[in-house]
């Protein structure tokens, strides 16, 4: 049981604060310099219950109240509020006494206290802050009688804030998300949060001057891939049939992918509609350790030529994209991507507008390739930008693709997939045996 007590007595009551165990009562906080004092601290990570998994029990509550002669009416503890007061993170330690500095969710750090090991079952915190001490500037940090340096404390704190703006940010992005794949987030490398200004969209985002102009018509098979009427939508377009019974694509890349659409007969169990479908794998947004900032991994093994995600963002015209590219330039990172399949008129900027490929990476050895995909619209100039597997990817595995696209599709002669727009000369780190040294 916690030596901590927290209550609230509802709507227009002060916060009051019981402390037991010879130590007084009331509401105010303190420096957090002594046991049972309040103290600074901040941050995020996964709450815990003191007194246990689901907080003190209403009956030991009674029991330490009536010892100390205290009545939970009078301090506004009841039933419903007493499992309200939970450990959201642990910011200092003192190794000698196994105290720990205490931050409880919902209260201000002037209220954060010490509280001894005895009383925390908040068995993930107490792991985690020793990890973060593991990784603390300095390490290995040996704690003193009146706690950790202050250096080390800063750190913690930092760390569970970066954490909590994380999780926070890991929630927003899986509320956006219309796709079946969840999106967690990590950062177990640096003290980097959330990016600023970037919103996650689940499809094209219009920019001025361009024009999606919807299908007109569609497909009346009953089975377009068994039997498919006049070549089904890939015939239509002298194409060929895109994908296997199990969905995964079959065409070599640089042909052109017609999926079915809205106007076709067929319904939304047809083969012939993938890309269409979303994202369906488990993925994961880390930091990368080598300096290629933020990368994606998967959560979950992915088939060999299975779509994975489709590269997403504000679609705007070459001109606009030539005066982007100077700031981003200057900025020393580009997400322009040209959709040049038969002419290069439009490009996909996913730098502020996107999904979670503006987190994919660059490989001159990748296991993800592009592909151009029509659906819903078929002006050639406009293609969705699909990515596949290459070969198996094992679960944990980073995703990649090569930013420096240059096969050539021999029944059009024209340029295909696309690749980010830039100017100068970009390192690469990507670390293949095979690499090129520079993007591009």
Same mark, same amino acid.
């Given at each position: 049981m916690a030596e901590n007590l927290k209550g609230s007595a509802g709507t227009g009551a002060?916060?009051?604060?019981?402390?037991?165990?010879?130590?007084?009562?009331?509401?105010?906080?303190?420096?957090?310099?002594?046991?049972?004092?309040?103290?600074?601290?901040?941050?995020?990570?996964?709450?815990?219950?003191?007194?246990?998994? #689901?907080?003190?029990?209403?009956?030991?509550?009674?029991?330490?109240?009536?010892?100390?002669?205290?009545? +939970?009416?009078?301090?506004?503890?009841?039933?419903?509020?007493?499992?309200?007061?939970?450990?959201? $993170?642990?910011?200092? $330690?003192? =190794?000698?006494?196994?105290? $720990?500095?205490?931050?409880?969710?919902?209260?201000?750090?002037?209220?954060?206290s010490w509280e001894p090991r005895k009383n925390l079952r908040c068995q993930e915190l107490l792991k985690q802050l020793h990890q973060d001490l593991a990784r603390a500037p300095g390490a290995p940090v040996h704690p003193g009688p009146r706690g950790l340096p202050a250096r080390t404390t800063s750190y913690l704190v930092q760390k569970a804030e970066q954490r909590q703006s994380l999780r926070q940010w890991e929630q927003l992005l899986n509320n956006s998300r219309s796709h079946r794949g969840r999106i967690a987030v990590e950062n177990e490398v640096d003290l980097h949060g959330p990016p600023q200004d970037f919103v996650y969209i689940n499809e094209y985002k219009v920019g001025p001057g361009v024009t999606?102009?919807?299908?007109?018509?569609?497909?009346? +098979?009953?089975?377009?891939?068994?039997?498919?009427?006049?070549?089904?939508?890939?015939g239509a377009s002298h194409n060929r049939f895109a994908y296997n019974e199990t969905g995964q694509v079959r065409i070599r890349a640089g042909l052109p992918i017609y999926e079915c659409n809205?106007?076709?007969? +067929?319904?939304?169990?047809?083969?012939?509609?993938?890309?269409?479908?979303?994202?369906? $794998?488990?993925?994961?947004?880390? =930091?990368?350790?080598? #300096?290629?900032?933020?990368?994606?991994?998967?959560?979950?093994?992915? =088939?060999?030529?299975?779509?994975?995600?489709?590269?997403?963002?504000?679609?705007?015209?070459?001109?606009?994209?030539e005066r982007r590219g100077q700031v981003y330039d200057r900025q020393g990172a580009t997400y322009l991507f040209d959709l040049d399949y038969v002419e290069d008129v439009y490009t996909v900027d996913a730098a502020h507008y996107g999904n979670i490929s503006h987190f994919v990476n660059h490989s001159c050895d990748p296991n993800l390739q592009v592909y151009n995909v029509f659906i819903e619209n078929l002006d050639p100039r406009l293609p969705r930008i699909a990515l596949f597997a290459t070969r198996p990817i094992r679960a944990g595995e980073e995703l990649t693709f090569d930013y420096?696209?240059?096969?050539?599709?021999?029944?059009?002669?024209?340029?295909?997939?696309?690749?980010?727009?830039?100017?100068?000369?970009?390192?690469c780190k990507c670390g293949a045996a095979a690499c090129r040294k520079y993007l591009f």
């Amino acid at each position: 049981m916690a030596e901590n007590l927290k209550g609230s007595a509802g709507t227009g009551a002060s916060r009051v604060t019981v402390r037991f165990g010879g130590r007084k009562t009331g509401g105010e906080g303190g420096d957090g310099s002594e046991p049972g004092a309040g103290g600074g601290g901040g941050g995020g990570g996964d709450g815990g219950r003191w007194g246990g998994e #689901g907080g003190a029990s209403w009956a030991q509550l009674q029991d330490l109240c009536r010892r100390q002669q205290l009545q +939970c009416q009078a301090l506004g503890i009841t039933r419903r509020n007493v499992r309200d007061f939970e450990v959201e $993170y642990l910011c200092d $330690y003192k =190794r000698n006494e196994e105290y $720990y500095l205490v931050k409880w969710r919902g209260y201000p750090k002037a209220s954060n206290s010490w509280e001894p090991r005895k009383n925390l079952r908040c068995q993930e915190l107490l792991k985690q802050l020793h990890q973060d001490l593991a990784r603390a500037p300095g390490a290995p940090v040996h704690p003193g009688p009146r706690g950790l340096p202050a250096r080390t404390t800063s750190y913690l704190v930092q760390k569970a804030e970066q954490r909590q703006s994380l999780r926070q940010w890991e929630q927003l992005l899986n509320n956006s998300r219309s796709h079946r794949g969840r999106i967690a987030v990590e950062n177990e490398v640096d003290l980097h949060g959330p990016p600023q200004d970037f919103v996650y969209i689940n499809e094209y985002k219009v920019g001025p001057g361009v024009t999606l102009t919807p299908v007109a018509v569609g497909c009346e +098979c009953r089975d377009c891939l068994l039997e498919p009427v006049g070549g089904c939508c890939p015939g239509a377009s002298h194409n060929r049939f895109a994908y296997n019974e199990t969905g995964q694509v079959r065409i070599r890349a640089g042909l052109p992918i017609y999926e079915c659409n809205s106007r076709c007969c +067929c319904g939304d169990d047809c083969p012939n509609r993938v890309v269409q479908k979303g994202i369906r $794998y488990n993925l994961c947004i880390f =930091r990368t350790g080598n #300096g290629r900032g933020w990368g994606v991994r998967t959560m979950e093994r992915i =088939r060999k030529n299975s779509f994975v995600m489709e590269y997403i963002g504000e679609i705007i015209t070459s001109e606009e994209a030539e005066r982007r590219g100077q700031v981003y330039d200057r900025q020393g990172a580009t997400y322009l991507f040209d959709l040049d399949y038969v002419e290069d008129v439009y490009t996909v900027d996913a730098a502020h507008y996107g999904n979670i490929s503006h987190f994919v990476n660059h490989s001159c050895d990748p296991n993800l390739q592009v592909y151009n995909v029509f659906i819903e619209n078929l002006d050639p100039r406009l293609p969705r930008i699909a990515l596949f597997a290459t070969r198996p990817i094992r679960a944990g595995e980073e995703l990649t693709f090569d930013y420096n696209i240059t096969r050539m599709d021999s029944n059009f002669g024209l340029a295909v997939g696309g690749s980010p727009h830039t100017r100068g000369r970009i390192e690469c780190k990507c670390g293949a045996a095979a690499c090129r040294k520079y993007l591009f």
